[in-house]
């Protein structure tokens, strides 16, 4: 409860809600009106989630259509406030991510990622610059503010389609992977333009030197902070101190890598990685680790749920539809942009990691949608750039686009690129897989309730007795099924197993990599032994 009111309080400032002159006592009346519009839109979003799930259409789409019409009917102006948007409800929603994804996936994913991320983002910002550059005769700098807005994805968006329809997960953790980067680089982009703007000119040299102190310096604040919280967390008992310390790592380590003049959500993006593979692992009780995990999950979807509903709010269709022309031309530019980033710069892939299917490019073309951090960096242009209203309508222009015709388009093209198809038999195996990994986590954590004092050897046995036996049922049922699967296949292996065989090469990859650093084998034994496993890695097929 506690947690809920803090955000909602944070919310109701990020709306631009003057709450002060209720704390000062001057106008009694704010506190209870406030407190009535959070819960209008509460309820709207509530709304939103059922009619959504009826329809089958996108949370995020629904809530964008539903603020539209809203404005007209609250009893006080409501809108974003980027100040908060940057410096509050952007390091939740990376930090939340972050601590969700797996390092070891994300390593073997990384070229992709590497590649959309930076060079795909630059290419998409010029290729847009230059479009609305020459068609809208904006000057260079606005041109490019609006290149770089625009090249940025969101991720909320196609994710939540991804939980409805199943990817393959190598699909889903490069546009998780793109995403989590592409916001931090995006912010490094755009300041490195308004101090362009700011001071009149820079070098080329100043500028490549400039975004890499900022890249790198935010690595390393973010590096060395999430390892010094490590020994604090394993130290700390009660879930909830546990909870504050993440809560305190993720705002701070933002702040101080802008205090350091650094990029601070790059040093949230590399300490959430930290502490989501090194120190959650750590907890020993599977409800302490439940409890976080849940915390951040709730965090990011009540952030994601108003923001979205006050994007919607915050557009005017009168004036998107004055404005219609230019913002149709900037929705060819960001499609062009992301089509030449895509297309072309995954088909070079291929002669340094395994090709990203055709279809999978589809989706990562269509799934270019806009979100929070693009309204969040347009009203955060300043005031006196030239063109600054214009550019507000065509960015909120494209960014409703994104949503709800991309957004209620990405379903149907998943469904018919037939990339979601699962056959019976590896459904029954994920379920076979599912119920053996919650039997052995529940065998591990009765070793550690016994270890603790907490149960007796009799109680221990009985109950370990009884997970066994669901174990046991499990390993053969999936022996069997997996036996199946494997009938009438010669040459390649099913994608499960490929999944798992990734797994384990990578592992030996980096046992391997850690002794050569440790100076226990030769370097040019390791060098051949990593070819061949770089080679075994390449022949697996795309989970």
């Known amino acids: 409860m506690e947690e809920f009111l803090i955000i909602s309080f944070l919310l109701a400032q990020a709306m631009n809600l003057d709450s002060s002159t209720a704390v000062n006592g001057q106008t009694a009346t704010d506190i209870p009106e406030l407190a009535i ?67 070891s996936r994300l390593r073997s994913t990384f070229k992709p990622i590497a590649i959309l991320a930076g060079p795909g983002a630059i290419l998409s910002s010029a290729i847009i610059a230059t479009v609305v550059k020459f068609g809208l005769g904006l000057e260079w700098i606005p041109a490019f503010l609006v290149g770089v807005i625009l090249a940025n994805t969101d ?108 990029s601070g959500a790059v040093a949230v993006v590399v300490a959430g990685l930290v502490f989501g593979n090194f120190g959650l692992p750590r907890t020993e009780s599977a409800s302490d680790r439940i409890t976080l995990i849940s915390f951040w999950q709730y965090a990011g979807f009540i952030v994601n749920t108003f923001i979205f509903l006050l994007i919607g709010i915050e557009i005017n269709p009168l004036a998107l539809w004055q404005a219609l022309p230019s913002i149709l031309l900037v929705i060819l530019a960001y499609q062009l942009g992301r089509i030449f980033s895509v297309y072309s710069l995954l088909a070079l892939l291929r002669w340094i990691d395994r090709p990203i299917p055709l279809s999978w490019q589809h989706v990562l073309v269509l799934g270019n949608i806009k979100g929070s951090l693009s309204m969040a960096l347009t009203v955060a242009i300043p005031l006196t750039l030239t063109g600054r209203d214009f550019i507000v309508e065509v960015v909120f222009g494209a960014v409703l686009f994104s949503l709800v015709i991309q957004g209620l388009a990405l379903p149907w093209l998943i469904k018919n690129l037939n990339i979601s198809h699962v056959s019976n038999v590896i459904q029954e195996i994920g379920a076979l897989q599912i119920q053996l990994i919650a039997a052995k986590a529940a065998q591990d954590e009765l070793d550690n309730l016994l270890k603790a004092g907490v149960l007796s050897k009799a109680v221990y046995e009985e109950l370990w007795a009884s997970y066994q036996a669901k174990v046991a049922v499990s390993e053969r049922v999936l022996r069997d099924a997996y036996n199946r699967s494997r009938t009438g296949q010669s040459e390649r292996h099913d994608s499960q197993l490929d999944s798992i065989r990734r797994q384990l090469l990578l592992a030996e990859k980096g046992a391997v990599s850690n002794a050569l650093r440790k100076r226990i084998v030769p370097e040019d034994l390791v060098s051949s032994y990593v070819k061949d496993l770089d080679e075994k890695l390449l022949s697996l097929d795309d989970d």
């Open 37 to 103: 519009l959070l819960i209008t839109l509460l309820l709207v979003a509530t709304t939103v989630a059922l009619v959504t799930q009826q329809l089958r259409i996108p949370y995020v789409t629904g809530l964008v259509l539903a603020g539209l019409p809203l404005t007209n009917f609250l009893s006080r102006q409501v809108g974003l406030d980027p100040s908060l948007v940057l410096n509050l409800f952007l390091p939740i929603l990376i930090f939340d991510a972050a601590i969700n994804t797996d390092i």
């Open 155 to 262: 991720t909320v968006s196609i994710i939540a389609v991804f939980k409805e329809i199943q990817v393959p997960s190598r699909l889903s953790t490069i546009v998780e992977g793109e995403t989590l980067f592409n916001d931090a680089a995006a912010l490094v982009s755009f300041n490195l333009l308004l101090a362009i703007y700011t001071t009149g000119s820079i070098t080329v040299a100043q500028g490549i030197q400039e975004v890499l102190a900022v890249a790198l310096g935010g690595a390393i604040v973010g590096g060395v902070l999430g390892y010094l919280c490590l020994p604090v967390f394993v130290r700390l008992q009660d879930p909830l101190s546990s909870l504050l310390l993440t809560v305190a790592l993720a705002l701070g380590t933002f702040q101080i890598g802008q205090f350091l003049g650094v």
